[in-house]
């Protein structure tokens, strides 16, 4: 399967990293055999897809319905008008601040897939759940609550982000990403068939240029969601580097 590598910039960007911007999206072009793109502030959209044509620009989050009265938030169709390709859905930090059930991240994902975007939906366990062994059980509850009932037509990744390595320089062990998204691939290989075999399993939570090339060669580990380390082309490009090398194994 081919490697994704997405960029996560939360609420980070400003009209003045459209450079930095372009500049991700020149170097991701130089990696044939790679996907890559970024998921970017809702208000870059529009502009980081007309500065980088052809890179795959996603958003964040999506409204389950298409349209009405919801102020602040943002449908997928919107997302779609912008330009964007795909969108992130149930990110922890938006399960935890913005209290979204699995349910809503269900509908979520259902409303992306109708306005045409790919959705990487997230799932992972609390530094609770991991120190109490029931990671894998977690996931796989997050999985069946937020799961749509198809996954037919290439729309869907799932991406594992344990909620205590975003952000804080800690990642499991490459046996613990082994086993989580071993249980993924069987679970979604369940629901799905074959199709289920062919989705991206993405690992997120501090994936880095020092350890991409590790996580990349975890089986089932195909491709990473990536947030700090997403933010400059520099910080960037040994990820792309070490997803082309495992490539071309
Ligand atoms: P991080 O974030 O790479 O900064 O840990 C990943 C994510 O939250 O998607």
Redesign the pocket.
């Known amino acids: 399967m081919r490697k994704l590598i997405v960029g ?1 910039w ?1 609420m980070n960007g400003l009209t003045s990293d459209l450079d930095e911007i372009a500049a991700i999206a020149k170097l991701s072009a130089t990696f044939a055999s790679v996907d890559s793109g970024l998921c970017l502030p809702a208000t870059l959209i529009a502009q980081a897809v007309w500065k980088s044509p052809g890179f795959s620009i996603g958003g964040q989050d999506c409204h389950m319905s298409d349209s009405g009265a919801h102020t602040g938030c943002i449908s997928a169709s919107m997302l779609s008008d912008a330009g964007a390709v795909m969108t ?1 859905i149930g ?3 938006r399960r935890g601040d913005q209290h979204e059930s699995d349910f809503d991240i269900r509908g979520k994902a259902e409303a992306a897939r109708r306005a045409g975007l790919k959705v990487i939906l ?1 799932v992972g366990e609390s530094a609770d759940q991991r120190e109490a062994g029931v990671a894998e059980l977690a996931v796989l509850a997050q999985l069946d609550g937020s799961l749509p009932d198809d996954c037919n037509g290439d729309w869907l990744s799932i ?1 594992y ?1 344990p909620i205590w ?4 320089g800690r990642i499991p062990t490459m046996e613990e990403v082994a086993a989580i998204h071993l249980a993924i691939r069987n679970d979604l290989a369940r629901r799905f068939g074959d199709a289920g075999q062919g989705i991206h399993i993405l690992y ?5 240029g020092d350890n991409a090339a590790d996580l990349l060669a975890v089986p089932n580990v195909d491709g990473g ?6 933010l400059t082309a520099a910080k960037f490009e040994p990820i792309l580097v070490a997803a082309a090398a495992s490539a071309a194994e």
Request: with cysteine; aromatic share 0%.
């Open positions: 996560n939360k992130i990110h922890s930090e997230c991406a982000e390595a975003i952000g804080t997120g939570g501090s994936m880095n969601l990536i947030g700090g380390a997403s």
